[in-house]
């Protein structure tokens, strides 16, 4: 069965600075797709950043990029130069084979900017 | 192009009571979904749905029921709520097709159940 994990439930991080936000995931299937959500506090689910189990390179969005080391399972979420905007709950999610609709998150990492 | 839209906002409800939580696309999309996500947590997926007439359960159906009669609409019906339901519940929908599909999240729905 997928599992995502998200292992740090909150960061603290100060303001320009880079930060990296961990996930590791286990699926048997062949192909996956690994998905970044951002959540403020308003609720709203936005998404950031998709990378394919088949795609070579990281997958870059502006500031986020997500750094996929396949053979460790780990699709980690880089943000470079950190705003105060940034702060926000963010989510790690799999899809499982061709399946779109199907799509499993992990717990979450609170993500606190100080200026 | 209104995506996907929820209603109600916020409901309450009373232990044992049914209801029934509406979610509609407008972007033609195959693919649709139910989660909830309870205080400080992530996000679970309920039930999902593949087309019009297909849907499959997914970490937590149970106590819910679900049914997709039209591409545009996919209601998410509660048969007799209990506390352990109150959480926040996001309907989504994406594209069909293999590769990247993004998933668009409806606004919410917060239910309370007493």
């Known amino acids: 069965a997928q599992k995502i994990t998200q292992t740090q439930p909150g960061m603290f991080v100060q303001e320009k600075e880079a930060v990296t936000l961990d996930c590791t995931y286990d699926?048997?299937?062949?192909?996956?797709?690994l998905f970044w959500y951002k959540q403020p506090s308003s609720g709203e689910m936005i998404f950031l950043i998709y990378?394919?189990?088949?795609?070579?390179q990281n997958a870059t969005e502006g500031r986020y990029s997500l750094n996929f080391q396949k053979a460790r399972k780990s699709a980690n979420l880089v943000i470079s130069a950190s705003q105060l905007g940034d702060s926000a709950m963010y989510f790690c999610?799999?899809?499982?084979?061709?399946?779109?609709?199907?799509?499993?998150f992990g717990s979450g990492t609170r993500l606190s900017i100080r200026p | 192009n209104a995506g996907v839209t929820q209603t109600p906002k916020f409901q309450v409800l009373k232990t044992g009571q049914s209801m029934t939580l509406q979610c509609a696309q407008d972007?033609?999309?195959?693919?649709m979904s139910w989660y909830r996500q309870d205080p400080g947590m992530g996000l679970r997926l309920i039930h999902y749905?593949?087309?019009?007439?297909?849907?499959d359960q997914g970490e937590v159906p149970n106590g819910y029921n679900v049914s997709r009669s039209t591409t545009e609409d996919f209601p998410l019906r509660l048969l007799s709520a209990a506390p352990s339901q109150t959480s926040v519940y996001f309907c989504?929908?994406?594209?069909?097709?293999?590769?990247?599909?993004?998933?668009?999240f409806g606004p919410g729905t917060r239910l309370t159940v007493l």
């Open positions: 989504a929908s994406s594209g069909s097709g293999g590769g990247f599909n993004e998933q668009f």
């Open positions: 699926t048997s299937d062949q192909s996956y797709g």
């Open positions: 990378q394919g189990s088949y795609d070579e």
């Open positions: 999610a799999m899809r499982e084979g061709q399946w779109a609709s199907k799509i499993i």
């Open positions: 972007m033609n999309h195959e693919y």
């Open positions: 749905s593949v087309g019009a007439g297909i849907t």
